[in-house]
């Protein structure tokens, strides 16, 4: 019997089928961590970045401000905003919804040297 192994290469994306599957599978891996700790901190605000099935239409964006979102910033099929924690889940359930990342802060491991 002969084996044989293909290796696949570049971006993988959320199929639609995903899409409309469970909720946990639209939380990234830290996110859905957060909502299973021990101490949730529902009134934690967070920045997310949201990926959508397609470019939001402005009834999209009103019903995900009525969920909690606090809208930033819209390029394409992706947005960015801030919403508490407690409330991820809600606006994870939203149809529109394809993936929900929680925002990683970006420090910078040595202070950089004086004029640098």
Do not use: F, N, Q, Y
Not at 34 to 51: K, Q
Not at 57 to 81: P, Y
């Amino acid at each position: 019997m002969r084996r044989r192994t293909v290796l696949l290469s570049g971006s993988v994306s959320i199929s639609r089928r995903a899409a409309t599957g469970a909720m946990p599978t639209k939380l990234d891996p830290v996110l859905a961590a957060m909502l299973e700790g021990p101490a949730l901190e529902a009134d934690r605000e967070l920045t997310v970045m949201i990926g959508l099935a397609a470019a939001p239409t402005e009834r999209t964006l009103a019903e995900l401000r009525a969920l909690g979102l606090s809208v930033r910033s819209v390029v394409g099929d992706v947005l960015t905003g801030s919403a508490r924690l407690g409330r991820i889940v809600e606006i994870s359930a939203h149809p529109a919804i394809v993936r929900i990342e929680a925002a990683t802060p970006l420090h910078p491991e040595d202070t950089p040297p004086p004029g640098g």
